[in-house]
């Protein structure tokens, strides 16, 4: 009995029918195509906790996904990629492989086998742009050289866009060329080792009201005043085309933002080495602390600098930690404490839902004074002046700690002036 000939589209970071470029390139091929996720096991038995609910994102993603398909299923393995690979090329005759491109080193490794693997089956492998509007070297210096400073950068970024960038695809769903599957669901949370959790999921519809007050409310933990759209721009259950054209007519300041993402995906693409190193060399003689009880009161948020101690609550809490705060509790991390930030990077890695390797190396690069930014190391984040100015009646702090106020709160577990000056000490002497 002959295989089946088909097409096939690999789900990644891209979770959605509606305008979805590589998928929609797939369907107008010659070709019924067959939907394929993978729950990459190179990437699920690493992850430390059971209830992460990334996890049971994605598989809930995909279940709402899949109950709109008519007639077709998405094939769905709980695998290392090069194994579902090989069992869908024994069952299919598989004619062309379409997917959206990753950016981020290990999936570039794992698409550079994938095709090392097609290619010497003479299949073609189709890789789209769709989760950034410009990628890879699409906005460089005339010179070609990538961008190292943000100003620059998001001016090229914006003197390139054009109304054809923010252009949608037809969503798969009005395609009749899937293949003809019997419907299977994905592999059970229990079967993959991770179980149900309670966390809230925000909505991925940012609403014009939030956008018209966002440059005015984005820096206050109080408000409601951000878009919470991080886990869905992570997983691509968000277009990113459509959130662009709603940021240009509504928000030049959350627009800022979108290309704040771009900038740090072409800082990775240019220099996967930040991901374990300093992007600025120099700063690899700093003599960090690294003293392990001071970061484990850091993670549970008692530090006895009450805005410090609200921010990491609220992310043990709940997946999430506004945005200002999340630059005080680096700020502090580095700086009060002087911990190196890989540590911090990680440990923001396992528990934000909203987690994308670009962006959060390259902010607590610039929090570390680090990274990619022309502002020098001796940036230091005053917590009480940051409460001041953006939590000034406390309503941020005492929704996330309980005890403020009462004799249960401890006492600041370093002194800001002489922590501040211990700082600038030890970068001084690491870049001579």
């Not at 305008?19 to 096991?41: M, Q, T, W």
């Not at 869908?88 to 062309?96: C, K, P, Q």
């Not at 549970?300 to 999340?326: C, F, S």
């Amino acid at each position: 009995m002959s295989k089946p000939k088909i097409s096939i589209f690999w789900f990644r970071r891209d979770l959605r029918w509606d305008d979805n470029a590589g998928l929609y390139h797939s369907l107008k091929g010659e070709y019924p195509v067959l939907p394929v996720f993978i729950f990459d096991r190179g990437i699920l038995d690493d992850l430390e906790e059971p209830s992460d609910a990334r996890v049971e994102f994605i598989r809930n993603t995909l279940v709402e996904m899949n109950g709109q398909l008519q007639n077709s299923s998405i094939r769905f393995f709980y695998d290392t990629p090069e194994n579902a690979w090989k069992s869908l090329l024994e069952e299919y005759e598989v004619r062309a492989v379409y997917t959206n491109r990753d950016y981020e080193p290990y999936a570039r490794e794992r698409d550079e086998e994938i095709g090392k693997m097609l290619s010497g089956k003479d299949i073609p492998f189709y890789q789209f742009k769709d989760q950034v509007i410009f990628e890879q070297s699409e906005i460089v210096k005339d010179d070609g050289d990538p961008y190292v400073v943000y100003t620059p950068y998001s001016k090229k970024w914006r003197n390139a866009l054009t109304n054809d960038h923010l252009e949608s695809f037809t969503s798969a769903l009005q395609f009749d060329n899937f293949h003809s599957i019997k419907k299977e669901d994905p592999p059970s949370l229990e079967s993959m080792g991770f179980k149900e959790t309670e966390t809230d999921i925000p909505s991925p519809a940012v609403t014009d009201a939030v956008l018209s007050s966002y440059a005015d409310k984005r820096d206050f933990p109080a408000e409601q005043g951000t878009s919470r759209i991080g886990i869905h721009l992570r997983f691509g259950t968000v277009s990113i085309r459509k959130l662009a054209r709603q940021a240009r007519k509504k928000s030049d300041t959350f627009l800022n933002e979108l290309i704040w993402r771009e900038f740090y995906a072409q800082i990775l693409w240019h220099f996967p080495r930040v991901v374990d190193s300093n992007f600025h060399k120099k700063y690899d003689q700093l003599e960090w602390r690294n003293n392990k009880s001071e970061f484990e009161k850091w993670c549970q948020g008692k530090t006895g600098y009450p805005i410090v101690d609200a921010g990491m609550r609220q992310l043990n809490e709940t997946g999430y930690m506004h945005n200002r705060v999340r630059m005080i509790v680096a700020s502090f991390l580095t700086k009060h404490l002087l911990i190196d930030w890989r540590w911090g990077e990680a440990y923001f890695a396992r528990k934000l839902l909203d987690y994308e390797l670009a962006s959060n190396n390259g902010g607590w690069q610039w929090a570390a004074g680090t990274g990619t930014d022309a502002q020098p190391y001796f940036r230091i984040f005053n917590p009480y002046s940051q409460t001041d100015k953006f939590d000034p009646e406390k309503k941020y702090i005492k929704q996330w700690v309980t005890e403020f106020g009462t004799d249960d709160y401890p006492e600041p577990m370093v002194e800001h002036k002489s922590a501040r000056e211990r700082a600038l000490d030890r970068y001084k002497k690491a870049v001579g």
